[in-house]
């Protein structure tokens, strides 16, 4: 696939990788971002299509669409990617980016998780264009994300606008066919060393005075990108029975396809500014349309503004994904099937199967990996009973049964913040914790460290360097010394230490967390020192960027009576027998999945566990 | 090739390559020439959560997720996780090809007093329920057929093979399939489990 002019015909791709193919697609010079779920694959596929673009991980958010706001402004075309939470981190820069406008075409690709399969909130990053006044664009499938994400560097330019491309993790995480031909076109551009920068401090510099013009410039381009959402042909109007119409957008209208195919459509691909003449055009032919949108009722209200009241987040929830069945559940309620059969669900009436379990079956809450270096510093944290303010990150599954050793994950970069401003309150008697990975040390960790050190704080700060970013599939970041770029890659490794010590904090502990003792006893020795100080921790993820496994074995020997310290590990290597044993408590096993990291035979005070 | 919709749903648990197992599935059927969707779950549940991946084939695909009750077939990874999406997925003809094997983490034994025991179905109980409710069932010894084989971790495979009997994709084409999207060195290891999977029935 590392070929420069590809004639692909027909692919199964994710939305992501069509996402990264219509930015090689349209020339994107620059394409950067920080991981997050469900974002995280757009980049390094662009950076295995190997297209000619600079690919880049950045510290953060911000930064990265700083990076691509510079690449505009050198009149390249620069793509910025983020999970939504990961927009508020950009959204200082985005927010007067819509002021300024574009040289070079800026899209931002924020991919939504409703229904938080990996995220903290579900907020509806749809409302970021409204809000900042820019445009928007939502693929429903792969080959739109190809086809959007290629014309909305088209839009940019023209409208001198910062365009949104907006999907959801069942756009960005679904495969579905799309057609690609031709090549990616700006191979020879790089070599261009003509000075062309120009320098223009009316369109770029928003102090006040300048500032005020372009808000008004951009004012009046809303209403030119209303002519063009109603003209562009990317809004669409498929004429069914016109008894029964649905607007929706996105994924929903998938879902509403599959469940009313007979029904009247006006699919929203460009969902912001709405097209008003097309949607009174609708309201006109159609006789009861409703509107089918995940989260926010953004189209709803959109559409009210308009001076049209139409029912939507009646029949809808405006929390969690939807799904087919919701969908039909609402259309059923907004009187869509009074004299119709719904499609496979009746049909498979009388055929359904209900068991009842005799007992439950086993919860399965994510847990840490086995061998997972973070285990003992949260077996030890619980054993020490501090308040422990958490962040983002695989380790934030230290907060669930049975390690319970976090007791917030609200942001990125939180821990060390809320640690600073919890201790002061002297709620607690024991010294606060505030604890965080590598890779969010690097995001927004840095700058709250300083501040600590700064405002005299005194609290201990962990930072659980496994040198990668774990939780979203291993990405480098500055600590690792490594980038995506396929062949223009020239990264730096940033030493988490020097800059701790650059701080001017003198404290700072790094510590095995494969050697349970010694992290316990680190630990207590940090919290006994009234500074402000830094453990770290120092064991490479066990997944990542390479699986590890020791070569080392445990069992535990005869004798054990099923105390269950082990088990208080959650280590998933380590199990219980099936069914009645007949002993008082059943004892425990070490499977197969064992990667010997030795941290439950040091937790077993009884010597029980031995490797073998 | 008939040309009504088939839903397959697959699901395991976090880790233990529902993902591949996705990716296998839906590029043969990609490269039969049908439409296709799919959905899978990335981030925080693929640590040792439930995890299940979506895959839709026919003549045209709207929705990437499978409706309630309507999954043609489900292949699992673990029998607990079978019963867990037999409940919204299956209906009485579904065709179920599911490991017989069940994994419960030591600590989430524990019961609301505190004290450990195993108060979950077991394996046994759960393979008579599902073999009370459904005519097209195969379960699977998949780990002692990986041991035999000479690698635990090709089980996945194993059962993928079970389940290609009740599609219409061709042996080569899931031959193929398997060769472009396991790591090389066990490409030679993941088509004997395949094929083994595949005679099992």
């Known amino acids: 696939m590392h070929n420069k002019t590809l004639d692909f015909s027909k692919l199964l791709l994710t939305g992501n990788e069509a996402i990264a193919l219509g930015g090689a697609k349209a020339g994107v010079y620059t394409a950067v971002g920080y991981p997050g779920t469900p974002s995280s694959e757009i980049l390094p596929y662009l950076s295995k299509l190997n297209s000619g673009a600079i690919v880049n991980w950045s510290i953060n958010e911000k930064t990265a669409l700083e990076i691509a706001a510079g690449t505009s402004i050198g009149r390249k075309r620069a793509m910025f990617t983020t999970k939504h939470v990961g927009l508020n981190v950009a959204s200082d820069p985005l927010m007067t980016l819509a002021l300024t406008g574009v040289r070079g075409g800026l899209v931002v690709v924020t991919a939504d998780d409703p229904g938080m399969h990996s995220s903290q909130n579900e907020q509806d990053n749809r409302l970021y264009s409204k809000f900042a006044k820019i445009p928007m664009f939502e693929p429903s499938d792969s080959q739109e994300c190809l086809d959007f994400t290629s014309k909305a560097f088209d839009v940019s330019e023209e409208f001198d606008t910062p365009v949104i491309l907006r999907t959801v993790t069942r756009i960005s995480h679904s495969r579905s066919i799309a057609v690609f031909s031709g090549k990616f076109p700006f191979d020879g551009e790089r070599k261009n060393t003509e000075n062309t920068y120009k320098k223009d401090i009316e369109k770029f510099v928003m102090v006040p005075v300048y500032a005020r013009k372009r808000h008004k410039i ?15 042909g990317l809004n669409t109007v498929e004429y069914n029975d016109k008894e029964f119409g649905i607007i929706t957008s996105g994924i929903s209208y998938q879902y509403a396809k599959e469940i009313a195919p007979f029904a009247s459509f006006l699919k929203l691909s460009f969902s912001y500014p709405l097209p008003d003449l097309l949607i009174k055009d609708f309201v006109k032919n159609v006789k009861n349309i409703v509107i089918i949108e995940e989260l926010e009722p953004f189209i709803q209200n959109e559409t009210a503004a308009l001076g049209i009241e139409l029912k939507g987040k009646e029949y809808f929830p405006r929390d969690g994904e939807l799904n087919p069945d919701i969908v039909l559940s609402g259309l059923k309620k907004a009187g869509f099937f009074k004299d119709k059969k719904t499609a496979d669900k009746e049909k498979n009436a009388g055929k359904n199967v209900r068991i009842s379990l005799p007992n439950p079956l086993p919860p399965r809450f994510p847990a840490l990996c086995s061998g997972c270096p ?13 308040p422990v303010m958490g962040d983002i990150g695989c380790y934030t599954l230290g907060a669930l049964p049975p ?24 709620s607690s008697h024991k010294k606060t914790v505030g604890i965080m990975g590598d890779s969010t040390f690097f995001h927004s960790g840095i700058t709250s460290l300083i501040d600590a050190k700064y405002n005299n704080a005194k609290f201990t700060a962990i930072i659980l360097d496994n040198s990668t970013t774990a939780m979203t599939g291993g990405q480098d970041h500055p600590g690792t010394g490594k980038n995506l770029s396929f062949n223009q890659s020239v990264s730096c490794k940033i030493d988490i230490k020097k800059i701790i010590e650059g701080i001017g904090i003198d404290e700072i502990y790094a510590v095995d967390p ?49 105390c269950d310290l082990c088990m208080q590990t959650g280590c998933p290597s380590i199990r219980l027998p099936h069914g009645k044993t007949g002993a008082a408590k059943p004892v425990p096993f070490i499977d197969s999945s064992c990667i010997g990291c030795s941290i439950c035979r040091d937790i077993c005070i009884f010597n029980f566990i031995k490797e073998i | 090739m008939d040309n009504s919709t088939k839903n397959i749903l697959i699901c395991g648990i976090g880790g233990q390559g529902v993902v591949l197992a996705g990716r296998i599935i839906s590029f043969a059927a990609f490269e039969s020439g049908m439409d296709i969707k799919t959905s899978e779950v990335h981030g925080m549940s693929q640590r040792g959560g439930s995890v299940s991946t979506h895959i839709r084939f026919g003549k045209k695909i709207f929705s990437p997720l499978i409706p309630e009750k309507s999954a043609t077939a489900i292949l699992s990874f673990d029998i607990y996780e079978t019963l867990r999406y037999t409940g919204s997925f299956a209906n009485k003809d579904t065709i ?15 019961t609301k007093n505190d004290t450990i025991g195993n108060n979950f179905t077991d394996t046994y109980s759960a393979a008579s329920l599902l073999k009370d409710n459904f005519k097209s069932l195969i379960l699977l010894n998949d780990k002692l057929i990986a041991e035999n084989i000479g690698n635990i971790k090709v089980s996945n495979i194993i059962l993928i093979g079970a389940l290609s009997v009740f ?10 399939t398997i060769e472009k999207n396991v790591p090389e060195k066990t490409v030679d290891l993941n088509i004997k489990a395949f094929l083994k999977g595949r005679a099992s029935l």
């Open chain 1, 218 to 232: 951009a004012l009046e381009r809303l209403k030119r990108l209303i002519d063009f959402s109603n003209g562009s």
């Open chain 1, 374 to 386: 973070h285990t003992s510093v949260f077996y030890a944290l619980k054993k020490l009973k501090v």
């Open chain 1, 403 to 426: 390690l319970n050793a976090m007791d917030s994950c609200i942001s990125m970069g939180l821990a060390f913040g809320a640690a600073q401003g919890l201790s002061v309150t002297k």
């Open chain 1, 514 to 562: 494969y050697d349970y003792n010694e992290t316990l006893k680190t630990l207590k020795k940090a919290l006994d020192s009234n500074n402000l100080n830094v453990v770290i921790t120092n064991r490479p993820c066990v997944l990542y960027p390479k699986k590890i496994d020791t070569g080392k074995k445990f069992k535990i020997s005869d004798g054990c009576t099923g």
């Open chain 2, 96 to 110: 179920i090809v599911s490991s017989n094997d069940g994994k419960t983490p030591a600590w989430t034994s524990k």
């Open chain 2, 167 to 176: 599609t219409d994709i061709e042996e080569n084409i899931w031959l193929k």
